[in-house]
């Protein structure tokens, strides 16, 4: 999205109910700032995603995509953390050998208490993709609401 | 090969079974998986020759569920995918009859007509040479110009699980399957995505490559679902074949047995296995040597994790695509 034209980038965040969704909340309640342009959509665990849900994403507008999960052996459903990793693992490899530039996709194991490294995170990532500019490579010029 | 197929066909059909075997198309080279039920059809139409390239397991999913028996012909990358399957618990194993049959390779109309030959209008099988019928005359020519791109890199001649075997039994090979992988991956992201591009955007969306996989036989697909936001058939934006060819090759990671049939199926010329093999390869360095269909036993490595997996920075930390 181009605004008084400096690029904003989208940024779609799957975040695990049960860790980097209440860390948001704590960088909320610690008046941590981060960029609008972060998108948080719940999910119930981070393998819950889908990998199409990362390229709908991408074709509906979003310039980066950031999966935020409880850390390796803190899921809440036990084990839900490490089938996601070995997947989106998997699939950022494919993304990349397909020419996808590899800094738009991010996994981040953030937990309910790291409030501050969410905030980091999220700030980070989002100069990074702005960085990149806008996602041409994945992108559906049908789904672009402009 | 071809009597002795057509005659243990003959036989297993007067045993009491269905037999699933191959017919002749339109055109010499398209041979068609078929199921015969009479003795007259199988002395008409039965065909066992160097183009009976299809991977028969697929069909066993429904043919072992109708009742009765069924006896298959299975080359050794179809006993893969059999095994495979039985490993989903899609196949009925004590319905399937399978007899083995040794696998020299099999041949390809892109290979013959890269070979420079023109008019094409049959061929026959000669052991090491094949015999190949032209507009200007009869040819011989060595069987390995004829072969296609999976048999030139074929993983193993070995047959598993069979009930019989129909020639030798063979080994598993070194094979050199992953060289084109590692040349795309040796390229920089443009060029990655330039030879992508130009690859994918050929697609046509008839979702042969779908429709052929042994693997990709779910009852329900997500390319089915009008509420997907991924099902149209027309590809009207750049990104459609994307997203479908992405899905579907992520969707049978840890599955495929890279027996090849998407790519031999693709009337665009899609080099699809490479995409397959990107995931075989991957999950071979990442998670141990894996072999889909070898055994029954070992779990997936999409269903299984270890503590110690890599993150998925290391795609980035590996600096260009290893």
Redesign the interface.
């Known amino acids: 999205m181009q605004v008084n034209q400096e690029f904003r980038p989208t940024i779609a965040a799957f975040c695990c109910n049960w860790c980097s969704y209440a860390g948001a909340d704590l960088a909320g309640t610690n008046r941590l700032q981060y960029p609008a342009d972060v998108k948080i959509i719940r999910i119930p665990c981070s393998c819950r995603l889908n990998p199409l849900f990362i390229l709908r994403a991408f074709q509906r507008g979003a310039d980066g995509v950031i999966l935020c999960g409880c850390h390796p052996g803190d899921c809440h459903y036990t084990t839900g953390n490490y089938y996601a990793r070995r997947r989106m693992t998997l699939l950022f490899s494919m993304l990349d050998y397909l020419g996808i530039e590899r800094e738009r996709t991010r996994v981040e194991w953030v937990s309910a208490a790291e409030g501050a490294k969410f905030a980091e995170t999220m700030n980070e990532f989002v100069s990074t993709v702005a960085r990149l500019g806008e996602n041409r490579r994945l992108e559906d010029l049908r789904c672009k609401s402009e | 090969m071809q009597e002795r197929v057509k005659a243990k066909a003959i036989e297993l059909l007067e045993s009491g079974c269905r037999v699933l075997g191959w017919k002749a198309g339109e055109f010499f080279y398209d041979v068609t998986p078929a199921v015969f039920t009479s003795r007259e059809e199988i002395e008409r139409d039965f065909v066992f020759n160097p183009f009976c390239g299809a991977n028969q397991s697929k069909y066993l999913i429904a043919e072992s569920r109708r009742g009765g028996r069924v006896a298959a012909f299975l080359k050794p990358c179809d006993t893969y995918s059999f095994q495979q399957l039985q490993k989903e618990h899609r196949i009925l194993r004590e319905n399937v009859y399978a007899v083995g049959v040794q696998c020299p390779g099999m041949c390809d109309m892109d290979a013959l007509r890269a070979a420079g030959l023109r008019g094409v209008t049959g061929a026959e099988d000669r052991g090491e040479k094949l015999l190949v019928h032209t507009l200007r005359g009869d040819r011989e020519v060595d069987r390995s110009l004829a072969l296609s791109e999976r048999c030139r890199v074929c993983k193993s001649k070995k047959l598993l699980d069979c009930d019989e075997m129909i020639g030798q039994q063979g080994e598993e090979l070194v094979s050199t399957r992953f060289t084109e992988v590692e040349r795309?991956?040796a390229m920089t992201?443009?060029?990655?995505?330039?030879?992508?591009?130009g690859e994918l955007s050929r697609c046509i969306r008839c979702n042969a490559c779908r429709n052929v996989c042994p693997a990709c036989s779910c009852e329900k697909c997500?390319f089915d679902n009008p509420a997907?936001?991924?099902e149209n058939k027309a590809p009207?934006?750049?990104?459609?074949e994307?997203?479908f060819h992405?899905?579907r090759?992520?969707h049978v990671?840890g599955r495929c047995t890279d027996c090849g049939e998407c790519s031999r199926v693709c009337p665009q010329h899609i080099p699809l296995h490479l995409?397959n093999r990107?995931?075989i390869k991957?999950?071979n360095q990442?998670?141990g040597p894996y072999q889909a269909g070898a055994d029954l036993e070992t779990r997936p490595?999409?269903?299984?994790?270890?503590?110690d997996?890599?993150?998925?920075?290391?795609?980035?930390e590996r600096g260009t695509?290893p």
């Open positions: 795309l991956e992201p443009e060029e990655r995505f330039a030879f992508w591009r997500v997907s936001g991924a009207a934006s750049s990104f459609e994307n997203l992405i899905i090759a992520f990671a995409l990107k995931f991957d999950i990442l998670y490595p999409l269903v299984d994790f270890q503590q997996d890599p993150e998925p920075s290391i795609v980035g695509n």
